[in-house]
């Protein structure tokens, strides 16, 4: 993985969601998915955090769909009415090829692939692919591919549900992303000082978008392997509130939930930082806004990049310390050694 090809790979963000808007308004990708049939939703890492969102938007909107993890031993029935979505960017994932070998074997469903890349394995095993259409990420990071499949699960969404308009939506993404990649130097070294602390970075978001919290925190483990985590908002007065009282905590919070009254009240009380995008709340260090973060779905498509800059702007510093410790630690070793009388001649 590459710290410089990863930034590149996001400032790409715009252009790629507009040619994708572009393929979306010239030809529907779902068209052989109906609203009767059962879905099925198969991936891992954010392949599945993507699925996640999708399934609770699909069963909300009364469609019948559920996410699993291609790992999972708990895999519900399928059947002939069943279709197996199979999400993979690489379209190798082990567990997700797995999965879909084994349920070819013991059911009648139509399988899909969703990938980013052609000729794959996975889209050997399955009826057809649909490509993500997110092109090659160089810094070796599932960036754009993360955001483009939720962009074509939305899409399959208003396949079955006449919405979203997902072409106009991606617009409106592309606009977002290019205001906060060209704004980044007026708002990024802030973020970095309030959020990369010596305890991690927690990233909060509504149940609705939990993807992009566990996205965001993903990529500041994938890439600069900083502790980050995930977390609902109302769960977080459950779950992650006790940390409050006894680390330096530093939320990065993804606005819009009904339930952030009780979580501000505690990290008021408790002087934890609170970094907000995409909406003002009471208290918070600072707050990053980009065009359309009142439109919900601009907010699950964008909010990601946010936490996706910090990555980039703290993976150089983060490799440099790294590398600096292995060699402090291997000239320990060798004194030490030497001390001991231990290194020969």
């Avoid at 483009?148 to 939506?169: F, G, I, K, N, Y």
């Amino acid at each position: 993985m590459d710290p410089q090809l990863f930034l590149a790979d996001l400032e790409e963000k715009p252009r790629r969601l507009t040619d994708l808007a572009t393929s979306l308004r010239d030809a529907d990708p779902w068209t052989d998915v109906g609203r009767g049939q059962e879905l099925l939703l198969l991936g891992m890492g954010s392949s599945h955090y993507a699925n996640q969102v999708a399934a609770s938007r699909l069963r909300h909107a009364g469609v019948r769909a559920v996410a699993e993890l291609a790992a999972s031993e708990l895999v519900p029935h399928v059947g002939p009415e069943t279709v197996v979505l199979a999400v993979s960017a690489s379209g190798g994932s082990r567990e997700t090829l797995d999965a879909v070998r084994r349920l070819r074997e013991v059911s009648g469903a139509r399988f899909v692939a969703l990938t980013n890349r052609e000729d794959t394995e996975l889209g050997a095993l399955c009826d057809r692919t649909v490509s993500m259409r997110a092109g090659l990420e160089r810094g070796g990071v599932a960036c754009r591919s993360y955001q483009h499949t939720l962009a074509l699960l939305l899409a399959l969404e208003a396949r079955l549900t006449r919405s979203p308009d997902v072409p106009t939506l991606l617009d409106r993404a592309a606009e977002a992303a290019s205001y906060l990649l060209g704004g980044r130097a007026a708002w990024l070294p802030d973020a970095a000082d309030a959020l990369l602390g010596p305890s991690g970075t927690h990233v909060v978001a509504p149940a609705r978008r939990i993807g992009s919290a566990l996205q965001s925190a993903l990529m500041l483990r994938e890439g600069p392997r900083l502790p980050a985590y995930a977390c609902e908002t109302a769960d977080w007065s459950h779950v992650d509130v006790y940390l409050t009282k006894t680390t330096d905590y530093r939320m990065l919070l993804l606005t819009g939930s009904d339930h952030e009254d009780e979580l501000l009240r505690w990290v008021r009380e408790r002087g934890s930082t609170v970094v907000a995008v995409g909406g003002e709340v009471p208290g918070a260090t600072m707050t990053v806004r980009y065009p359309h973060d009142g439109v919900d779905d601009v907010r699950l498509l964008v909010e990601p990049l946010v936490a996706e800059l910090l990555a980039a702007h703290a993976w150089p510093t983060q490799r440099a310390r790294r590398a600096n410790s292995t060699s402090q630690s291997a000239g320990g070793g060798l004194l030490a050694g030497a001390e001991r009388g231990d290194v020969g001649a």
